[in-house]
């Protein structure tokens, strides 16, 4: 018996998946038709944030940033047959002035 399957198919667009501000919770979700498995192939997620390995779900709460930084990362999605596609992101962590005046 010969099964033929397509790799998965990204469902979620390339590139930015949104700002979010330093400290703040971040929840994303990426997803890809067919995927069992997803993982972080290169790069890196902001402090604090994960990647579920099962459900694409990228959350947390930021911790570390101390300018505004882009952090970009590629997502690997693995079926049942291990076929693989890969797909680049980023997360935008923004931080706000630290330098503030107050008047009186």
Same mark, same amino acid.
């Given at each position: 018996? *010969?099964?033929?399957?397509?790799a998965p198919a990204w469902q979620t667009a390339a590139?930015?998946?949104?700002?979010?501000? #330093?400290? @703040?919770?971040?929840?994303?979700?990426?997803?890809a038709t067919s995927a069992t498995a997803y993982a972080v192939q290169s790069?890196? *997620?902001p402090g604090g944030v994960s990647l579920n390995t099962s459900t694409g779900a990228i959350t947390g709460t930021e911790s570390? #940033?101390? @300018?505004?930084?882009?952090?970009?990362?590629t997502i690997r999605a693995t079926d049942a047959q291990a076929q693989t596609a890969d797909r680049a992101f980023s997360i935008t962590i923004s931080v706000g002035i630290n330098n503030s005046m107050r008047l009186q």
């Open positions: 018996l *010969l099964t033929v399957s397509d590139g930015s998946l949104g700002t979010n501000a #330093a400290g @703040s919770t971040v929840s994303y979700t990426v997803s790069g890196s *997620l570390g #940033a101390t @300018s505004e930084t882009t952090y970009n990362f």
